[in-house]
């Protein structure tokens, strides 16, 4: 079934998830529903009987599921507007003998049920007939009937909440089934005089109309945005130390970002993994849970200078929607951080050659004589 989804932002507390920001709303639509439920009760020369057709099932309503494309399934409403009618009828019979009246009456409830969901709606309607008489005397076998009688439309509306750890059932591209019941249903049927000759009896029928339209509106949030980059999408950093001096101390600082936007839900880093040169760097990554839109988290990447040569790692960043609402509906997703850098030896100092020291010995003995002779 397809869903028609209305986007409105709203401002609400999703107190059920924990989430205090504005949210967005989507419907499936009202979809119809018509159905009828009846009990007959019926009574030979008795004074009353009663018949019941308890748990009778009015309507299944197919509902248009979330599309977890849109965002977080964050809460669900079942939005109900009905309304039930009544109907009763009978009949009586009887032969020679005393007169006699015959009538009956009816009692109801209902209930919506569904994943997460069970409305019940009290009190019970009830409804009574109007009756009819049989004559007194040798008749012979005469009938009498009565009604239908009929009340007004009894309003039958509410808006409930799905439980939260049904809201999975509310996703996907299909549909969500509802069901509409009349828990109890019962009819009685009354003659007023047993006296006189067998065969006499009496009978009621109830009948329960429930009509209206059910419709699933869903409140949810867009999905996370991860990124390298606070401005923009960026899936992937590459952070290039070049080339640096053997034992000396390097590092970058980077940082991951949920874009802005106020209709977000939160961010997770769950975990990363590294491949290649990781002994070389220090990524200074740890997870964080639920960094909100527009927010960020810094780090600092460092190259390991210890040993010499040429180093390349790649790491991959496992991040996620925040844990809220319908686990069904929060998305994955990676980012790719590359370091690389060249680690050389400290230039060493340069040795003097023997010759040169005693050049410069000499020089020092020449400066003493001219120092005497001018003495």
Same mark, same amino acid.
């Given at each position: 079934m397809s869903t028609n989804f209305q986007l409105t932002a709203i401002a609400l507390l999703l107190s059920v998830c924990g989430i205090s920001q504005a949210s967005l709303t989507a419907s499936s639509g009202p979809v119809g529903f018509n159905g009828t439920a009846t009990v007959i009760a019926t009574g030979g020369q008795v004074a009353s009987a009663t018949n019941s057709n308890n748990n009778a099932a009015i309507a299944t309503v197919a509902i248009g599921q979330f599309n977890a494309a849109s965002g977080v399934l964050t809460g669900v409403d079942?939005?109900?507007?009905?309304?039930?009618?009544?109907?009763?009828?009978?009949?009586?019979?009887?032969?020679?003998?005393?007169?006699?009246?015959?009538?009956?009456?009816? &009692?109801?409830?209902?209930?919506?049920?569904?994943?997460?969901?069970?409305?019940?709606?009290s009190p019970n309607l009830s409804q009574t007939?109007?009756?009819? @008489?049989?004559?007194?005397?040798?008749?012979?076998?005469?009938?009498?009937?009565?009604?239908?009688?009929?009340?007004?439309? +009894?309003?039958?509306?509410?808006?409930?909440?799905?439980?939260?750890?049904?809201?999975?059932?509310?996703?996907?591209?299909? @549909?969500?089934?509802?069901?509409?019941?009349?828990? +109890?249903?019962?009819? &009685? &049927?009354?003659?007023?005089?047993?006296?006189?000759?067998?065969?006499?009896?009496?009978?009621?029928?109830?009948?329960?109309?429930?009509?209206?339209?059910?419709?699933?509106?869903?409140?949810?949030?867009?999905?996370?945005l991860a990124s390298f980059d606070g401005a923009g999408e960026s899936n992937t950093l590459i952070l290039d130390f070049g080339n640096v001096a053997q034992n000396s101390v390097n590092s970058m600082n980077f940082s991951l970002f949920n874009l802005a936007n106020a209709d977000r839900i939160g961010l997770d880093f769950d975990s990363v993994s590294g491949s290649g040169d990781t002994g070389a760097f220090d990524t200074g990554l740890s997870t964080f849970?639920?960094?909100?839109?527009?927010?960020?988290?810094?780090?600092?990447?460092?190259?390991?200078?210890?040993?010499?040569?040429?180093?390349?790692?790649?790491?991959?960043?496992?991040?996620?929607?925040?844990?809220?609402?319908?686990?069904?509906?929060?998305?994955?997703?990676?980012?790719?951080?590359?370091?690389?850098?060249?680690?050389?030896?400290?230039?060493?100092?340069?040795?003097?050659?023997?010759?040169?020291?005693?050049?410069?010995?000499?020089?020092?003995?020449?400066?003493l004589l001219r120092r005497k002779v001018n003495a």
């Open positions: 079942l939005q109900l507007d009905s309304s039930r009618t009544q109907t009763i009828n009978g009949a009586g019979n009887k032969n020679n003998g005393p007169g006699r009246t015959v009538n009956g009456s009816g &009692t109801s409830s209902a209930l919506l049920s569904a994943a997460g969901v069970s409305a019940g709606f007939g109007s009756g009819c @008489s049989l004559a007194m005397g040798p008749t012979g076998a005469i009938s009498c009937s009565w009604g239908p009688t009929s009340s007004a439309a +009894t309003a039958t509306a509410t808006t409930v909440a799905v439980d939260e750890q049904n809201l999975n059932d509310y996703v996907g591209n299909g @549909s969500a089934n509802a069901s509409l019941s009349l828990p +109890t249903l019962s009819a &009685t &049927t009354t003659m007023s005089s047993t006296m006189g000759q067998a065969g006499s009896g009496s009978s009621a029928t109830y009948k329960v109309n429930w009509a209206g339209t059910l419709q699933a509106n869903f409140s949810y949030l867009l999905h996370s849970t639920n960094l909100a839109e527009s927010g960020s988290q810094s780090f600092i990447a460092n190259l390991l200078t210890a040993n010499t040569g040429a180093f390349s790692a790649q790491y991959l960043l496992n991040l996620s929607d925040a844990d809220l609402g319908a686990s069904s509906t929060r998305q994955n997703y990676q980012l790719t951080l590359n370091l690389t850098g060249n680690v050389v030896a400290a230039a060493a100092p340069v040795p003097v050659p023997g010759a040169v020291w005693l050049f410069g010995s000499a020089l020092g003995f020449a400066g």
